[in-house]
C-alpha cells in the first residue's frame, strides 16, 4: 500500500473526557451497561420460571438483593436519561404538522412522557390484578 | 450486457442495525421504564405486593400471546438497542476490531433473543 502522505489527525481514547458534551454523549452510549444487566435479571427470571414455583421464589429473592435493587436502580434512571434525550430527537426527526402548523417540538416530548406515564398506569393496573 | 454500478456495489446491513436500535430505543425509553420500576424496583423492595408476581400469575402473563408481546418489546428489542450502542462505545474508545466487534455485539443480542423465545416456547408447550 502507498504511504499515507495526508493528515490524518490522531484521535486518543480519552477525546470524549475534553467536553462536556462529549461527556454526556459517552453517558448515554452507557446507557445500556445497566440496561443489559436488568434483561439479563429478565431473562433468568423467565428461566427461573420454568424450573417451578421453586425456582420462581429463588428468582424473587434473587432480585431483593440490595445489589440487584441498586443495579436496577441506576438502569431505572438511565432509562429515564435515555428516554429523556431519545424524546428530543423525534421532533426534529419527523416533524408532526396539525391544521397546517408545525406541532411546537416541546409539546411532542410532553406526549411522549406522557406516553410513559400511561405505559406505568396501565402497568400499575395490570399487575394489580386489573387484568 | 454492462453491469451498472449499483450492481456492483455491496448493498449495505447497516439500514437493519439502524433499525432495530431506533425500534429498540424506542422501547428502552417508553415501556423499559414501566418493566424496570415495577418487576425491579418497587415489588421486590416490598412497596408494592408481592402477590402481584406470584409464581401463577407470572406463569400465566408470560406464557401468553401479550407475554409473548412483552418478550419482544422489552427483552428483544432493547437487546439490539443495547448491542448497537455498545457496538459504537467501543468504536468510539478504539476497543477491539469494527468487524469482529460487530458480530459478537449483535450476535450476543441474537443468542439472547432467541435464548428468551426458546424459553417462551418450552414455556407454553
Known sequence: MAKQTSYFPELKRDWWLKHPYFKKYMAREA????????????????????????????????????????????????SLFHAWTFFQLFPRVMPLRAGGRTVPPHLMVLGQWLGVLVVMVLAAWILMGGL | MRKSTSDNIKRSDEPIWWGLFSAGGVCF???????????????????????ALSFERAESMIFSLPGLIFIGVVVCLPLFHAAHRIRHGLHDLKLGKEQLNKIVTYGSAALLSALALVGFVIGIM
Open chain 2, 29 to 51: 425509553a417508553v415501556f423499559v421504564p414501566a418493566a424496570i420500576l415495577f418487576i425491579a424496583l418497587l415489588i421486590p423492595a416490598g412497596i408494592m405486593a408481592p402477590e
Open chain 1, 31 to 78: 446507557t445500556v451497561l445497566p440496561l443489559v444487566f436488568f434483561l439479563v435479571c429478565l431473562l433468568a427470571g423467565l428461566f427461573s420460571l420454568l424450573q417451578g414455583a421453586q425456582g420462581w421464589q429463588g428468582w424473587l429473592q434473587f432480585m431483593q438483593n440490595p445489589l440487584v435493587i441498586a443495579l436496577n436502580l441506576l438502569a431505572f434512571m438511565a
